[in-house]
């Protein structure tokens, strides 16, 4: 139970818990739920002033269109029947409704009497004496526990480039994950977003119509994907979860490899006929949402050949939707001048992406064509001698992903080595959810599982139940340490190497592969098997007596 003492210096308080949970996103509040139905006594620190994920997401990154990939009802939990009195207003739900739905999840659950917010988790030690954890907080709490769960997302470290006189700029510049709870005023100003990622794509999206002028700054495409917005009919939804459909939703997400309601095309490419291709583009191009990427042939992220057929249906859907012939050359090139093979970035889903450049007011520039030289008290000069000037600044350029949330924690191991270190030059990780000399520490929606690969909610609850059970497992078997060993760490971190490297991923420069953060090693950082495969190596383990897993 609890104990709250003074340390001495009258700084810190040391207390003490069975499990410390650091993220109130979708991982975070899993475990929270299940540990304490296991009587534990736990406690979730975040960052964010509200639920809904640590340092970043839903309450962080609130610019203008933030709004999720997944469709109803993918993106919620399916547990204690949540889904029955929770209604969503659209297919893609944007950022202030989802933070509603952590509010009735936390109603219903009684999560937040357990969630400090507003607090960071700054380091973490492992004192091997009595075998607990010590984890520090910047209010200058001390807990000790004896499970240390690491949920915190694969975007809680922004990224922002180490661009030339960025200081001397005087207006108003902001990262999409840092974006002012209070909004920006954005109408009629002269603004500039750099980067096309998901994020860069949402805000463009949103800003186009009401900017005085936007300029656009894209290093390489996006390959956009038809998000097929729709609002959602209450009576449908009454309807669907009468007949029992949510539940068969649920269970089948956990079935397909991104963990969502669709899965690959089981064919190749070339065993089909250009017509019948081309009816099956048509066919997942008009259902909207990942189709056209996680429900296409499935060779297409494995061939060049397969690959190709797709990102040509892409560029001539494309194409056709922009006017002018330079920005269609640097939006959505042909497939002779493609930056990146289909796929093997993130491709986001668009609303009217490919429109607002047909607006007057927006530009775009190509940055491999034409970089940027220096920031200025005004604005931005580019290497051809433009002086651009703005008055808002739009920095949609990333994070340090999957893993740089984890390691900007000091957190240290029984050897006295920083996780950070240990990661240094490549990360190591037993089933994507421990790593050797860091007992009873677990992480998960982290490096080498499933993550970035698959619906947020589905990982979750794969990778929560088994480390709930692994928790269990301790906890009857008195067991004072489980720690993965170096052999097995070895071996999944070469297996998820090898699922990579038959892919295409390997070849694109991409933050699933670390390569968007200057001196990150090049290393999968994903689990490329697809969900069920996970769920059943990871459920093997667990079978023979955690195999892997040293206990003491
Ligand atoms: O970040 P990104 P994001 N100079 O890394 C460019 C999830 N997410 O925040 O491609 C100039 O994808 C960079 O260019 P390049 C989702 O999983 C989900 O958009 O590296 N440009 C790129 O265009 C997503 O994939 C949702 O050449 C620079 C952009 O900045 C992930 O988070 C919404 C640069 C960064 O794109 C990350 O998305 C938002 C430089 N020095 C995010 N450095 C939804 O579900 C980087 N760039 C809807």
């Known amino acids: 139970s609890a104990t709250s003492e003074a340390n001495g210096n009258g700084i810190a308080a040391y207390k003490s818990l069975d499990a410390l949970i650091v993220g109130a996103g979708f991982g975070g509040l899993y475990q929270l739920h299940y540990l304490r139905k296991m009587g534990l006594q736990c406690k979730v620190v975040d960052t964010a002033g509200e639920l809904g994920g640590q340092h970043s997401i839903w309450y962080w990154n609130c610019y203008p269109g933030a709004r999720v990939d997944s469709d109803v009802p993918l993106y919620e939990y399916s547990i204690e029947d949540l889904f029955k009195d929770w209604n969503w207003s659209e297919r893609f739900p944007e950022w202030p409704e989802i933070r509603k739905y952590f509010q009735y999840v936390d109603k219903k659950l009684d999560l937040s009497k ?23 907080l910047n209010s200058g709490e001390v807990y000790d526990c004896r499970f240390f769960l690491l949920c915190t997302g694969f975007a809680a470290k922004h990224y922002v480039p180490n661009f030339k006189g960025m200081d001397r700029f005087k207006g108003i510049m902001h990262h999409t994950a840092k974006y002012p709870q209070e909004g920006i005023e954005l109408k009629g100003k002269k603004i500039c977003v750099i980067g096309t990622g998901a994020s860069g794509v949402q805000c463009i999206q949103e800003i186009g119509p009401q900017a005085g002028h936007l300029t656009v700054l894209q290093r390489t495409p996006n390959l956009c994907l038809p998000m097929n917005q729709h609002k959602l009919d209450a009576e449908e939804e009454k309807r669907l979860k009468a007949t029992g459909d949510y539940d068969k939703i649920f269970k089948y997400r956990k079935e397909t490899f991104g963990g969502f309601h669709f899965d690959f095309y089981q064919k190749d490419c070339m065993q089909e006929t250009a017509e019948q291709q081309r009816a099956l583009y048509e066919k997942l191009w008009q259902g909207g949402g990942f189709r056209f990427w996680l429900g296409v042939y499935k060779d297409t992220l494995f061939s060049k050949e397969a690959n190709d057929r797709a990102y040509e249906f892409w560029a001539e859907k494309t194409r056709a939707r922009i006017n002018d012939p330079k920005k269609k050359n640097i939006l959505a090139p042909l497939l002779k001048d493609q930056h990146h093979t289909f796929g093997t970035k993130r491709p986001s889903l668009e609303q009217r992406y490919y429109e607002v450049y047909n607006q007057p007011n927006v530009d775009v ?21 433009q002086e651009l000037e703005f008055d808002v600044i739009i920095l949609a350029t990333g994070f340090d992903s999957v893993t740089g949330g984890l390691v900007q924690i000091d957190i240290k191991g029984t050897d006295g080595v920083s996780l950070a270190d240990k990661w240094s030059k490549g990360t190591w990780t037993y089933l994507g959810m421990t790593t050797a000399n860091f007992p009873n520490m677990f992480f998960l929606y982290g490096p080498q599982g499933p993550t970035a690969f698959s619906n947020g909610p589905t990982c979750v609850e794969v990778q929560g139940e088994w480390i709930i059970d692994a928790v269990e497992h301790c906890v009857k078997n008195n067991v004072k340490t489980m720690d993965a060993t170096a052999q097995s760490e070895a071996g999944w971190t070469k297996h998820v190497a090898d699922l990579t490297d038959i892919t295409l991923f390997p070849g694109t420069d991409s933050w699933y592969m670390g390569a968007n953060i200057p001196g990150k090693p090049r290393e999968a950082l994903n689990y490329a098997g697809g969900i069920p495969r996970y769920t059943r190596e990871c459920n093997e383990v667990a079978e023979k007596g955690y195999a892997g897993f040293a206990f003491d």
Do not use: S, Y
């Not at 973490?124 to 607990?132: M, N, Q, W």
């Not at 008290?377 to 290497?383: A, F, P, R, S, V």
């Open 114 to 136: 357990d969630v400090i917010l507003n607090t960071t988790v700054t380091h973490a030690e492992f004192d091997t004496k009595p075998c607990r954890w010590n984890v520090t």
């Open 365 to 385: 520039i190509a940055l491999k064509q034409n970089p940027i030289d220096t920031f200025t008290e005004k604005g931005i000069k580019m290497k051809d001698g």
